[in-house]
């Protein structure tokens, strides 16, 4: 792979990180390599660059430096054709669901995920490093390459 992903965005705290994410993604129009437009709100900037102290609490109390450091990242990888979208996974239904749109960035493990609004239109959900080998080898593993013809899993 390219050093498309190799620069890090380092700025000096949680308050930079977040102007340059209303900055550089909310207060912008940003489309995918296929011409989905991606809408970002500020609400979701805590979902995103922060962790849960325990997995089992799920409390988003820590700010990650890990995550934030490849902000910028995200941009590069709607926009790049080289990189493999998968459907996400809805874990309360236990299959997979097409208005979800996961983009993997290796080797790092970067993960993109989007939320289809309508049929031109996403929200960024959120954006993590894989800290778990068997996260990164179930999106791989997936049989499903997301497709936004495919029936909707919330058709009621």
């Known amino acids: 792979m390219s050093n498309l992903y190799d620069e890090l965005l380092i700025l000096n705290s949680e308050t930079d990180y977040k102007t340059y994410y209303i900055n550089e993604y909310c207060n912008k129009e940003i489309y995918t390599h296929d011409g989905l437009r991606v809408k970002f709100r500020p609400e979701r900037?805590?979902?995103?660059?922060?962790?849960s102290?325990?997995?089992?609490?799920?409390?988003?109390s820590v700010?990650?430096?890990?995550r934030a450091a490849r902000m910028s990242w995200i941009k590069k990888a709607l926009?790049?054709?080289?990189l493999t979208i998968y459907a996400g996974w809805d874990s309360s239904k236990k299959r997979y669901d097409h208005t979800r749109r996961v983009c993997l960035v290796t080797p790092d493990g970067y993960v993109i995920v989007?939320?289809?609004?309508?049929?031109?239109?996403?929200?960024f959900v959120t954006a993590y490093v894989i800290d778990d080998p068997k996260v990164e080898?179930?999106?791989k593993s997936s049989p499903i390459i997301w497709n936004p013809?495919?029936?909707?899993?919330?058709?009621?």
């Open 79 to 82: 926009n790049d054709t080289s």
């Open 63 to 66: 700010f990650s430096w890990q």
């Open 149 to 156: 013809q495919t029936e909707r899993v919330d058709s009621n």
């Open 114 to 123: 989007l939320r289809l609004a309508d049929p031109s239109t996403a929200i």
């Open 53 to 60: 102290k325990s997995r089992k609490r799920k409390d988003k």
């Open 137 to 139: 080898a179930k999106i």
């Open 45 to 51: 900037f805590e979902h995103a660059f922060y962790e």
